[in-house]
């Protein structure tokens, strides 16, 4: 587990705080800032820039964890909350929320270090799917694009669907461009003469 990261807590008590940065130095991770408002977490996580947020409330609402993800940019880095009480609703909202590890029963010293990596590990895993979902996306839509430009050449040239994709893979190579490029633009321009 990297052990340089820059961890931000959110704890309004201040000997909660040094107990968790006590417990942070003692698990290998120095670069810790703490927080002691969670209305200052938006400007908070724009300077410090953490990789992970660790946030220890007693009893999260549902404003609260919509402020949570929007403020901690859930898709940019790992947060970790600990609570004291919850129930299935406000579980599932904080996991909607984009939360890596929802730890109810408090947060305990002893449990930092393997919840937070963890909660890494579960952040990685999630941002690799989500990469890989959105790389699918983009997959289906270029194929969209390039049957679009085939079918237009098929149209306009009486071309069979072979000699239209070669035409436009002989076009992305001699202009040094990719096939999507040249399929996007000839469906753009198709679209203005249309």
């Given at each position: 587990m990297k052990q340089d990261l820059r961890i931000l807590v959110v704890e309004p008590n201040a000997e909660r705080v040094r107990e968790i940065i006590d417990a942070l130095t003692r698990a290998g991770w120095s670069d810790v800032r703490a927080l002691a408002q969670i209305s200052a977490l938006d400007r908070t996580v724009r300077e410090f820039a953490p990789d992970i947020v660790l946030i220890d409330l007693e009893n999260p609402?549902?404003?609260?964890?919509?402020?949570?993800?929007?403020?901690?940019?859930?898709?940019?880095?790992?947060?970790?909350?600990?609570?004291?009480?919850?129930?299935?609703?406000?579980?599932k909202a904080a996991l909607n929320a984009g939360v890596s590890a929802y730890v109810v029963d408090g947060l305990k010293m002893e449990r930092i270090k393997p919840v937070l990596e963890?909660?890494?590990?579960?952040?990685?895993?999630?941002r690799q799917m989500q990469s890989e979902l959105d790389a699918a996306k983009q997959a289906l839509e270029d194929r969209k694009t390039i049957d679009r430009a085939k079918g237009i050449l098929m149209r306009q040239r009486g071309m069979s669907e072979d000699d239209a994709y070669n035409l436009l893979r002989k076009t992305a190579m001699d202009q040094s461009r990719k096939v999507i490029d040249v399929a996007q633009a000839l469906v753009t321009a198709a679209e203005l003469l249309s």
């Open positions: 609402d549902r404003d609260t964890l919509e402020h949570i993800s929007y403020a901690s940019e859930t898709t940019k880095r790992a947060v970790a909350l600990f609570v004291d009480r919850t129930d299935e609703n406000l579980t963890t909660a890494i590990a579960r952040f990685k895993i999630m």
